[in-house]
């Protein structure tokens, strides 16, 4: 009970990045149950693990198999949560944490869950598009994908992208430019593209490119990811059960009070301002509690 209500909280309270990183951890944990449950059964681990995938694992990760894809239209979702090994979902969650708490505590929540349901689509629908052109380039490639590497480079590229100068500081390394970081990664992955280590560097460089585009529309205000995230409330409120309207008394407005509510945000956008400068001199880690909390709770308010 006492895990169950620490969980509890940390969702409520812990923002979009937790609560992104709790459901990628229930769903690996559940691929770990259902691992031990066909342990008997298998024989082995090996066995084991081709019962888990073809039972369960096949009906929630994706493909570049069209005909396939059709079928299980859900996958376009679902793959961007799966993991079956420990070192994917760690390293995945890793930098989810890293850069989603930048992108949170900068561009809010909502933004956050835009940038990573979009760059997952992204990259997927760039892997199915290379697996299609060039067959022979990624091997494997009809097999599946899953992981949430192509939405986790989104929100890492993206942030990067919209404050490229910000300073970060690394372990081992110290402090560096967060677009360095973010380089070092893409790279990675260009060169990874048909080495034929099993990794769907295609769909890393989808989710990448979703990030970095949307960011840069974001500079220009065009808000890719939280109109997705909007449309998405939209269309959930309207299955959800509708209120019966309530008589209500209206006040007229008191001017005095609008007034100073008005120059109230003026400042706090200030300060909001100020904080931001603050970490493209010096970093993230050079704010203050206070600083980091005010950033915190403006960006949920977004």
């Known amino acids: 009970m006492a895990l169950q209500n620490d969980l509890r909280m940390k969702w409520h309270t812990g923002g979009m990045t937790v609560r992104l990183i709790l459901i990628n951890v229930a769903v690996f944990v559940a691929m770990v ?32 198999d069209l005909h ?5 239209p859900w996958t376009v979702l679902t793959y961007m949560f799966v ?46 598009a290379v697996n299609n052109a060039m067959p022979g380039l990624h091997v494997g490639g009809g097999m599946g994908i899953m992981g949430a590497s192509a939405g986790v480079l989104s929100v890492f590229i993206g942030i990067a992208a919209y404050r490229p100068e910000m300073i970060v ?12 970081v973010a380089a070092v990664f893409l790279l990675l992955d260009l060169v990874g593209i048909g080495s034929g280590d099993g990794v769907a560097h295609e769909a890393h460089i989808g989710g990448a490119l979703y990030g970095f585009i949307a960011a840069r529309q974001l500079t220009k205000g065009r808000d890719w990811s939280l ?6 409330e939209k269309l959930t409120s309207l299955f959800k059960r509708s209120k019966a309207p309530r008589m209500r008394v209206e006040k007229r407005p008191d001017a005095g009070k609008t007034q ?7 400042q706090k956008q200030a300060r909001i301002d100020a904080i931001l400068d603050k970490i493209s001199r010096s970093g993230y880690d050079s704010l203050s509690k206070e600083e980091k909390d005010l950033l915190f709770k403006a960006s949920n308010d977004q």
């Open 260 to 266: 100073r509510h008005a120059a109230a945000q003026q």
């Open 169 to 180: 500081n690394l372990i081992l390394i110290g402090p560096v430019k967060l677009m360095y």
């Open 68 to 72: 396939l894809l059709a079928t299980r």
């Open 227 to 232: 109109g997705l995230v909007n449309t998405l």
């Open 83 to 128: 993991h079956t090994g420990l070192g994917h979902i760690f390293w995945n969650m890793i930098l989810l944490w890293f850069g989603g708490r930048l992108f949170e505590d900068l561009l809010g929540g909502k933004r956050l869950l835009g940038h990573y349901l979009l760059g997952g689509l992204s990259g997927l629908a760039l892997y199915v």
């Open 33 to 64: 149950l259902a691992y031990l449950l066909f342990l008997p059964a298998g024989g082995s681990g090996m066995g084991a693990q081709l019962l888990r995938d073809h039972y369960v694992v096949q009906w929630l990760r994706s493909t570049a």
